[in-house]
């Protein structure tokens, strides 16, 4: 059974009005911070992250999932 918080974060991401092309670089970007084991590194992808004004809510699952 799905838990409900990753329900409503899926909801969110469809309901947000979002673009495709900016959920889907959120979810990369998350991809990335979660692969590359080095904290520099994450600190310049997690700024990429407002500034580029990608979908947050597509980023947090693919962080605590890669």
Same mark, same amino acid.
């Not at 959920?23 to 990335?32: E, K, S, W």
């Not at 979660?34 to 520099?40: A, D, K, M, R």
């Given at each position: 059974? @799905? &838990? ?9 991401? @469809?309901? #947000?009005?979002?673009? &495709? #092309?900016?959920?889907?670089?959120? $979810?990369? *970007?998350?991809? *990335? @911070?979660?692969?590359? &084991?080095? &904290?520099? @590194?994450?600190?310049?992808?997690? *700024? /990429?992250?407002?500034? $580029?004004?990608?979908?947050? /809510?597509?980023? $947090?699952?693919?962080?605590?999932? $890669?």
């Amino acid at each position: 059974m @799905i &838990p409900r918080q990753y329900l409503s974060r899926a909801v969110a991401v @469809i309901i #947000s009005g979002a673009t &495709p #092309s900016r959920i889907a670089a959120g $979810f990369v *970007l998350g991809m *990335l @911070i979660g692969l590359i &084991p080095s &904290p520099s @590194i994450d600190l310049l992808i997690s *700024l /990429a992250l407002i500034v $580029f004004d990608v979908n947050l /809510a597509a980023a $947090f699952p693919a962080m605590a999932v $890669f």
